[in-house]
């Protein structure tokens, strides 16, 4: 009976952290969409024909069925689970020219979930 008992406890210490035999968990850095920096962008200007951003930007990432007058650029890069910066860029056309240019200026998307720990969850609950 001790023996178990000390086997439960034993077992149940080990999964309070990381055990020393088991690696690390790795993140990896997670990169989606295309990268539009502002050397690029700075060259896109109104009146500009959209062959020509294309060549300067790439395709869009985003094409709306919708509306055919709007390209949108979407680019995100960081680890997997936490806030990053998003960065979007809409391209508006008139006429198959450039009429505006629209950059959020790398706001941040995404949250890091709370970690969930077992032993909270039954500290809590007992009574």
């Known amino acids: ?53 294309r060549s300067v930007l790439g395709s869009p990432i985003a094409a709306s069925p919708f509306d055919s007058d709007r390209w949108d650029y979407l680019f995100t890069r960081g680890p997997a689970g936490e806030a990053i910066p998003a960065r979007r860029v809409s391209v508006f056309f008139s006429a198959d020219r450039v009429e505006r240019v629209e950059d959020n200026l790398d706001s941040v998307s995404g949250e890091k979930p709370p970690q969930s720990r077992w032993w909270e969850f039954f500290s809590r609950n007992r009574t």
């Open 1 to 53: 009976m001790l023996l178990t008992v000390g086997a439960a406890s034993l077992t149940m210490s080990a999964c309070a952290g990381n055990p020393w035999w088991l690696p690390a968990a790795h993140q990896i850095t997670i990169q989606q969409g295309n990268l539009v920096d502002e050397e690029r962008l700075a060259t896109v200007t109104s009146g500009m024909p959209r062959e020509q951003v």
